[in-house]
């Protein structure tokens, strides 16, 4: 096998979920592609670690994932060799209930301006009900509404990097 593991492990934390994983020997290691599911079936991958290509030396390799909007998820690796070919890690799940957004909205029933405390501007992208894009700003702390038909929107919230943060939905009176 081009790679041999020897843990993977995965802890939830207040700043999101710090994964961890050992390898023993690697053969021809380009990357390792970080996966993630909701459900333990479909996996997204959300990162990539660079391997060491040829290593006979326990390596050890983390990631944080603090883009989380449930306090439960399966991760797991899919290890790249250079010439394409790959294997997955054994699945593991985290349960973080200490993990909280730093970002909220308010109100969430709204007539004119939405508020939304962060420690930094963010970037907004508001979608009507049928997905359509009705809004978008840069570096706001707030969203007027008092323009919008009354419904129900999402707000889409990002950061600096334009990495999806959160989606909250509100509704205009």
Known sequence: LPVSWVSFKGEGSDDGNYLTWKTGVEIDNEYFAIERSKNGVKFEEIG????????????????????????????????????????????????????????????????????????????????????KLVYTQENTKEIRMDGFLKGTYFIQLHDNEKTKVDVRRVVKL
């Open 48 to 131: 990539r670690i660079e391997g060491k290509g040829f290593s006979s030396q326990e390596t050890t390799y983390e990631c944080l994932d603090n883009n989380l909007l449930s306090s439960r998820y399966f991760y797991r690796l899919k290890q790249v060799d250079f010439n394409g070919q790959f294997e997955y890690s054994e699945v593991i799940t985290i349960h973080n209930d200490q993990y909280q957004s730093e970002i909220r909205i308010y109100p969430t029933q709204v007539s004119d301006v939405v508020y939304i405390e962060s420690k930094e501007d963010v970037s907004v992208r508001v979608y009507d009900v049928q997905g």
